[in-house]
């Protein structure tokens, strides 16, 4: 893990600052609003599995998650959030497995229907799921 944490921060802009936040990004956010040209919250399934191990209800992860897509869509810059898709593999055999991919189904779900624009990356090709399509002419 360490040796994949360096290769991204070798591969990232010089200028680009990392601030690592994982129990609270929306105050994160409400604290760089207008001091930041743009943010990349990476990622909201992360956020999820650290609600989930710290204990937090389903309930209150999807609250938290309502709170986080408020913060975006206060935010003075643009915001692009990074998630996963977790539900077209497999059913996980135990219970956290489940409960995970279905919490963080639910996540996507609220952070897309308030996105402007969905993408779905795969193989490196994204497809645009929401927002407006661009045309050429």
């Known amino acids: ?12 802009p010089k200028h680009w600052r990392t601030i690592e936040h994982p129990s609270d990004p929306a105050k994160t956010l409400s604290q ?7 943010v ?12 989930l191990v710290h204990g937090y209800s389903d309930a209150a992860i999807l609250e938290k998650v309502r709170r986080l897509c ?6 003075s810059s643009p915001v692009l959030m990074v998630t996963n898709e977790v539900g077209c ?3 996980p055999e135990h219970e ?16 897309a229907g308030v996105a402007d624009q969905v993408f779905l990356l795969v193989a490196g090709i994204s497809l ?5 399509r661009k045309t050429c002419r």
């Open 1 to 12: 893990m360490r040796q994949r944490i360096a290769r991204h921060r070798r591969t990232r």
């Open 70 to 75: 408020r913060a975006i869509r206060a935010a």
């Open 96 to 111: 956290l497995g489940r409960r995970f991919r279905d919490v963080a189904g639910l996540a996507n779900q609220i952070a």
């Open 40 to 51: 990349i919250l990476d990622c909201l399934t992360m956020y999820v599995s650290e609600l």
């Open 128 to 132: 645009e799921m929401k927002g407006e």
């Open 32 to 38: 760089l609003n207008g001091k930041v040209t743009g």
């Open 89 to 91: 593999g497999v059913v």
